[in-house]
């Protein structure tokens, strides 16, 4: 690796602003290109798992993070009217791993990391339009405007650019299911504090989760075949009165509509000097809440290989080894939980919470390990 080469990002969500802070650690000096006229995180909260949350405490804003969210210390399922299917305690993993799980609104955490990296090492208003290869990598934006580069990390999203253009790969796959994302201001019974929760109902569900001391941010799933004309609050007439109040409760110029999709999993993220990162090279259903934490890993790696001052296509190949099978599991995994928890059949539902409420505690732990686990990079 030359230490003068120019490194350039492409993105500005977490995945890349979370690059750029653990190249700036590994002694680089990345500069980003985000197509928005501003960063604004779309889909209002997130919550921040173990692994996430200790790249951040390697990174040095861990604090910052903490400061500006909720601690989650479990997560449990529940049927549509709350009640508990399944319920997993993180204390455990809160002692070996020595962080917490924090949920977080967007916005709170881009503007933590935009701040430790520098607005001036951020470019507004670049959409990228093409990436053409020679000695150096030409990034051609629009509006005329064209940029050399060393090294592309592509943190452009689902339907990545870079992706397309330079691997001329990705197959999106449709989940058949549609989401709503909000944020409320509402004060909810202490039983609610520091539990993340997940009500499954029949071909749909509902999350919530605090993010501050009155702020809620929630998550509204349906099975396609299950939509119809009504209101929010008329699809999901059939959950617990909490759960309608959080959705009366937020104004709706608040609740963000999208349709659920994945990256079908493919086998190469690297060539030559160019490299993909998060849901450019893995994006996942949301259903193990794993997507932006994947991301953060990604560039956890990338930071910690640089550090070990090998040539930048040695680094690109050994990230590519070092996180292919996790992201692929976390994808896999994630997009079979969607279907199983999305069940309309009646019996299928009885069996399915039959079975999760039988799961023994202890693979319940073995599986959030798996997930939780930094320690291969």
Same mark, same amino acid.
């Given at each position: ?44 909260? #997130?919550? *921040?798992?173990? =692994?996430?949350? !200790? +790249? ?6 861990? @604090? $910052? ?120 201001? #509402?004060? *909810?019974?202490? =039983?609610?504090? !520091? +539990? ?6 029949? @071909? $749909? ?173």
């Amino acid at each position: 690796m030359q230490t003068e080469d120019r490194f350039t990002i492409i993105g500005a969500g977490i995945g890349g602003l979370t690059a750029a802070l653990a190249l700036k650690q590994a002694g680089l000096q990345p500069l980003i290109y985000e197509s928005a006229p501003e960063i604004k995180p779309v889909g209002a909260g #997130i919550l *921040l798992a173990s =692994n996430a949350m !200790q +790249v951040f405490d390697k990174l040095g804003v861990r @604090g $910052k993070i903490e400061n500006a969210g909720c601690k989650v210390s479990k997560i449990r399922i529940t049927d549509a009217k709350l009640t508990t299917i399944s319920e997993s305690e993180l204390e455990k993993f809160e002692q070996q791993f020595g962080v917490y799980n924090v949920a977080i609104h967007r916005a709170d955490l881009q503007k933590i990391l935009a701040e430790e990296i520098g607005f001036q090492n951020i470019q507004l208003s670049k959409r990228l339009l093409n990436i053409e290869s020679g000695n150096t990598l030409k990034l051609i934006f629009d509006y005329g405007t064209s940029v050399q580069s060393d090294v592309v990390i592509a943190a452009d999203g689902i339907k990545s650019l870079v992706r397309n253009k330079v691997f001329n790969t990705g197959t999106l796959r449709d989940s058949t299911q549609r989401c709503w994302r909000g944020v409320c201001e #509402i004060e *909810l019974p202490t =039983n609610y504090n !520091q +539990v993340a929760i997940e009500a499954w109902g029949k @071909g $749909k569900r509902f999350g919530f989760v605090k993010i501050s001391e009155k702020k809620i941010y929630w998550y509204a799933v349906i099975n396609e075949s299950l939509m119809r004309k009504a209101s929010l609050g008329e699809l999901f007439q059939e959950f617990h009165e909490d759960v309608l109040h959080i959705i009366s409760r937020t104004p709706e110029d608040k609740i963000f509509y999208s349709e659920i999709f994945d990256l079908q999993p493919i086998t190469q993220w690297q060539k030559g000097k160019v490299c993909l990162l998060g849901d450019a090279a893995h994006a996942t259903t949301p259903n193990m809440g794993q997507g932006a934490c994947q991301a953060i890993e990604d560039a956890y790696t990338l930071g910690k290989l640089f550090q070990e001052a090998k040539s930048t296509e040695d680094v690109f190949a050994k990230y590519e080894k070092l996180r292919i099978k996790k992201a692929h599991f976390v994808v896999n995994t994630s997009w079979q939980i969607g279907k199983i928890a999305h069940y309309e059949n009646d019996f299928a539902i009885w069996f399915r919470n039959f079975i999760v409420k039988s799961i023994p505690k202890s693979i319940n732990e073995k599986q959030l390990q798996k997930v939780f686990d930094i320690s291969y990079v």
